[in-house]
Nanobody
């Protein structure tokens, strides 16, 4: 058991796409939230998307709704964030996190998440 591990970040032009992956920490759970957050320079952590497992319900920030899609492959214990129509405002370090308590009212609250990856840089250029 360790921390989640993100991959898939990089440099992309405006309007392009990236898919981030999050390999899970390996902890067992009956209910879990897996969230993506991002942090741009000089800004606070910002909620991006989350998936509630095992219900598979998904939640998005208004700024990414209809452009980003979160999904999970349970067999691979991996969660994905498909990012389309990227904008310069999407430039940030993206973090994957696990909330082992799974309280719905806290799904957008970064303080509720117990285990965090080290982040992957996404840069959208003009």
């Amino acid at each position: 058991q360790g921390q989640p591990v993100e991959s898939g970040g990089g440099l992309v032009q405006i309007g392009g796409s990236l898919r981030l992956s999050c390999a899970g920490s390996g902890r067992t759970f009956s209910r879990i939230h897996i969230g993506w957050f991002r942090q741009a320079p000089g800004k606070e952590h910002e909620f991006v998307a989350a998936i509630r497992w095992p219900s598979r319900h998904t939640y998005y920030a208004d700024s990414v709704k209809d452009r980003f899609t979160i999904s999970r492959d349970a067999a691979k214990k991996t969660t994905y964030l498909q990012m389309n129509h990227l904008k310069t405002d999407d430039t940030a370090v993206y973090y994957c996190a696990e909330d082992m308590n799974g309280i719905l009212s806290s799904i957008r609250d970064h303080a509720a998440y117990d285990y965090w990856g080290q982040g992957t840089q996404v840069t959208v250029s003009a």
